[in-house]
Nanobody, 115 residues
Framework: QVQLAESGGGLVQPGGSLRLSCAAS????????MSWYRQAPGKERELAAT???????DYADSVKGRFTISRDNAKNTVYLQMDSLKPEDTAVYYC?????????WGQGTQVTVSS
């Protein structure tokens, strides 16, 4: 089993920054991918960014150039640096860990971008 614990959400003004963290614990394989998804009110959950254990990254078009995903494999932790935040970035952000054949989810952390 794997547990994911997210932290770092909160309220920020438009144009501001936040850094999310997600620490994984349990039976973690060396080959995996960690991702950040988000779900805004009334919308489906969408992938924001993903990073493999080898460091390859991918981003949704809506966050490219503003969000940066990174990871510390020694700590089994993934980060999401969010800059130039917009009101439309408001959502619950979920961390996930994918290691075949399982997919694990964190409990989510609220990010609100508002003046």
């Amino acid at each position: 089993q794997v547990q994911l614990a997210e932290s770092g959400g909160g309220l920020v003004q438009p144009g501001g920054s936040l850094r999310l963290s997600c620490a994984a614990s349990g039976r973690i394989f060396s080959n995996n991918a960690m991702s950040w998804y988000r779900q805004a009110p009334g919308k489906e959950r969408e992938l924001a960014a993903t990073i493999t254990s080898g460091g390859s990254t991918d981003y949704a078009d809506s966050v490219k150039g503003r969000f940066t995903i990174s990871r510390d494999n020694a700590k089994n932790t993934v980060y999401l640096q969010m800059d130039s935040l917009k009101p439309e970035d408001t959502a619950v952000y979920y961390c996930s860990l994918s290691q075949s054949p399982e997919l694990y989810w964190g409990q989510g952390t609220q990010v609100t971008v508002s003046s």
